[in-house]
């Protein structure tokens, strides 16, 4: 026989859980004539057998039943599969810290905040202190704050003296310059990087051109080209922020921007950009776009990951016409805009093949050219050309 506190101290339950038990029939007390309550080694073992339902993850409803009579299984299947899903949310929430702790990767987590919530992310990258630059490059490069420093300078040594870091054409942009309705005077070129754009534009047109980048390095490089070709006076570089472009409105004839709207997103570069073109100027823009109704699943797969919001043309057409400008002429890339981008980084890739150096970068890589090779026309470069209203 045990008295209450007796009991208590068995089970490691207080004795106002007790008497509440007790008041609920799972337990029965016996009163002695001085009061005092005393229970049966059978009450001892009842408690017992509800506490491993209750570590079963049963309510005390639930335990009560399974006491009172047989198992109820289809409310004990139902309970299993609620906390096979608490199971997984408290799991994802441990990776997420121990990521955030640096024990893991951060990939999974940047990637799907990036689909739900690309504004926000980029301003919680900002807020932990990388800067605009970094945290742009974290988005769409690295993916992972962890790693992001030694992904970069894998990366930048991948691809160091390339021309060409994407799709990209001097036959291209030429048809696009003449489809400008008239000679641009003033011109800025927006996420020039080494400048290849730039310097051609300013030696098949008269435009004062001003090349911008967030990347001095790249920018360093164009005042070395621009220095070897006596272009110092044409062209201005400009380390500063696609998102914060620091002119007076209306400040230019033409804004040419090849392959660097998807970091605003495409609707949003269209918007903020036409604020800086004069009436009746121009934006000529390139964008990646869906050419298949449906991708194969692994481009599908991939392109989810590297850019979600990968549209058609008529979606991109509908666009330029919302955003208040009219499309002069678009056109896919050519296959050598292609082939200027893919040939010399296939062939930089074959030269580390039997190097020691191996890294995320070098494999996030050699993805993308397995996927090109693969599933290139599916999907492709479009550049429009359009005109303010």
């Known amino acids: 026989m045990y008295r209450i506190s007796e009991l208590a101290a ?55 039943a399974c006491l009172e009579a047989r198992l109820d299984r289809p409310a004990l299947l139902e309970r299993l ?48 202190g990388f800067s605009e630059k970094q945290a742009l490059r974290l988005k769409w490069l690295s993916r992972d704050m962890n790693q992001h420093e030694h992904y970069m300078a894998d990366f930048e040594r991948i691809v ?56 001095e390095h790249s920018l360093g490089c164009l005042r070395e080209t621009l220095a070897a070709r006596s272009l110092q006076e044409r062209v201005t570089p400009l380390c500063a922020s696609m998102t914060h472009l620091p002119f007076a409105p209306q400040r230019f004839d033409t804004i040419w921007a090849e392959g660097c709207a998807y970091i605003m997103g495409f609707d949003n570069a269209l918007a903020y950009w036409r604020t800086f073109i004069k009436p009746q100027g121009c934006l000529v823009v390139s964008d990646l776009v869906r050419v298949a109704d449906r991708l194969a699943p692994s481009a599908e797969a991939f392109w989810q990951a590297a ?40 062939e930089r890739v074959a030269a580390l093949a039997n190097d020691t150096f191996a890294s995320q970068a070098l494999a996030d890589i050699r993805r993308e050219l397995e996927i090109h090779q693969n599933h290139l026309g599916e999907y492709g470069y479009h550049l429009f050309i359009m005109q303010t209203r």
């Open 160 to 215: 160091e003296g390339l021309k060409h870091l994407g799709p990209g054409s001097a036959q291209d942009s030429l048809k696009a310059l003449r489809a400008l309705p008239r000679p641009p005077a003033t011109l800025l070129d927006i996420g020039c990087g080494r400048g290849a754009t730039s310097v051609l534009l300013a030696e098949h047109s008269a435009a004062q051109i001003t090349a911008l980048d967030n990347d």
């Open 81 to 128: 599969r609620s906390l096979d899903e608490e199971i997984a949310a408290r799991q994802r929430s441990r990776e997420l810290l121990a990521a955030m702790l640096g024990l893991s990767s951060m990939r999974p987590w940047h990637q799907a905040l990036e689909q739900q919530a690309p504004g926000a992310h980029l301003a919680w990258l900002r807020r932990q």
């Open 10 to 64: 068995k089970v490691g339950l207080s004795r106002s859980t007790l008497l509440y038990y007790e008041k609920l029939g799972l337990v029965t007390s016996r009163r002695q004539a001085n009061g005092y309550r005393l229970y049966h080694e059978q009450d001892l073992q009842q408690l017992r057998l509800l506490q491993q339902l209750q570590a079963g993850g049963l309510s005390l409803k639930e335990c009560q």
């Open 307 to 346: 850019y979600p919001d990968l549209q058609s043309v008529d979606t991109r057409l509908a666009a330029i016409t919302r955003q208040g400008y009219r499309c002069l002429l678009h056109f896919p890339l050519s296959a050598q805009a292609w082939a200027n981008y893919l040939e010399p980084l296939r």
